[in-house]
């Protein structure tokens, strides 16, 4: 049972992640709209991520916009589930069994 919802969610997440980021909003966040609004924005720095591999939702290198945003998704989602399998791993209660090896 406990694999079945694992599996399920992370199906249901790299599906979101990967076709649903390309109907997502292409409106500036409410940061970005406020900063249009009140004529503020041009003093905004450029990231200092600006040029890392997933910058701007999008994949540096695959010129498809629908496939480079959906392959962005799908590594966050993995990416995620890496680093938080991880820490859960990392902090599990351990048996008496456990620790004998």
């Known amino acids: 049972m406990r694999t079945r ?3 399920v969610g992370l199906l249901t997440a790299l ?3 990967s076709v649903g980021s390309y109907y997502a909003s ?3 966040d409410g940061l970005e709209y406020v900063a249009e609004q009140t ?3 041009d003093s905004a720095e450029d990231p200092k ?3 890392s591999p997933f910058a701007d939702y999008q994949t540096s ?3 498809d916009e629908r496939l480079s945003g959906g392959l962005a998704g799908v590594v966050g989602v993995l990416l995620v589930l890496v ?3 991880g820490v859960a ?6 048996t008496p069994a456990d620790s004998a090896g």
């Open 39 to 41: 004529g503020f924005i």
């Open 61 to 63: 290198g695959v010129e």
């Open 49 to 51: 991520t600006g040029d």
């Open 26 to 28: 292409a409106h500036p």
């Open 5 to 7: 919802f694992f599996v």
């Open 15 to 17: 599906l979101l992640a």
């Open 89 to 94: 791993y990392a902090v599990r209660r351990r």
């Open 83 to 85: 680093i938080a399998g």
